[in-house]
């Protein structure tokens, strides 16, 4: 027999192919094999149609036009092409004179994809000012707006956070940053396909989006370009055959474009109703662990967060000792993307949650999978593998003791 694979409940790091967006994908993989770049047969033209169709659909979900999308590789690439992008139109990076706008805002609880980028620009001579957050990991607008000067090249502020689920008021300060004439780039990867988004009704300007996490295939993602009131100025930061209007240059996956879009879609369709499937199971889930156990504490902000995250803090415990010892469920400890890092989560540091209750932390991340009986059985093991570790470490305690 197959041994049964663990539950997985760890969608903030990636979600399933949705098999209805595989279906979707088969005529480009297949037959339409062409490149989207080829001019002079029907093999390109066809790409080229799934192409424009599909760009279409994605910009019509964000309130945006088809001319403002540009595919890249996924949102780490998204976030470079934004702010290394935006820096070099700004003449930054030429090695002349320091640029007229020379100053970014962004937030400490950013993605890497976000901080490491700033972290370079900071190297070549950009000034970069980073936000801290309330207790349950908000930013606050009137702090970016205080924070914004007429040196501001652009403020950068995720959506949703991938490690607590936190979601920003990205429209308010949205308000500030077009108030202060400063442009607002957003990480959405964490937001798109599970929120309503409106790129004109929150004033964003440049949105990172990646197409893994919503059902549809990895190594394709987006980047939105605000072109009209105002225009955004971004240079490619990648070079060839000028795809995708000069800003990215490189052959279109064209059946991941059409995956993208089948992706979004799809989750266009069913969202509202799926975030609230999704929050009632975590709800559960945060119900069943915390009336069984003493000493858990919830991070994030329990009233808005994403509807499918649950980060809870087991005291008195070691996180990747929890994991070791938790079967039969696929969960993260802290973040996916840092989890190789002995260091507690610059997330978790951010809300000021003392290292030790860092180290302590569970990601539960539900999906368009996961079911009832899923979140139930996830919980029973939960408890069982914390009660079993705590007693461990009580007996080793009084063992020490003795
Ligand atoms: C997953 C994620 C990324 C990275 O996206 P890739 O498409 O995997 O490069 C960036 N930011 C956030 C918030 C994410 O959740």
Redesign the pocket.
Known sequence: MVPRRPIYLDH?ATTPLDPRVLEAMQPSLREDFGNAASRSHVYGWRARAAVDDARERIADHLGARENEIVFTS????S?NLALIGAVRAAGGLAGGAQPARDHIVTVATE?K?VLDPCDFLETQGMRVTRLGVDGCGRVDPDEVAGAIDERTLLVSI?WAN?EIGVIQPIAEIGDRCRQRGTWLHS?A??AVGKLPIDVDEANVDLLSI?F??LYGPKGI?ALYVRSRSPHVRIAPIQFGGGHEGGLRSGTLPVAGVVGAAAALDLCAAEGSTEAERQRHLRDRLWHSISSELPGVVRNGDPEGGLPGNLHVSFEGLDGDRLLAGLEGVAVSAGSA?TSEQPTPSHVLQALGVPPERARASLRFGLGRGTTLQEIDEAAARVVEAVRRERGEAVSARSAANQ
Do not use: I, P
Request: hydrophobic letters at 20%; proline letters at 0%; aromatic letters at 0%.
């Open positions: 903030q996924g949102a780490t690439e976030n993605h994809a995720m991938n990480d990867a964490q990646s893994h996490k993602g993307c």
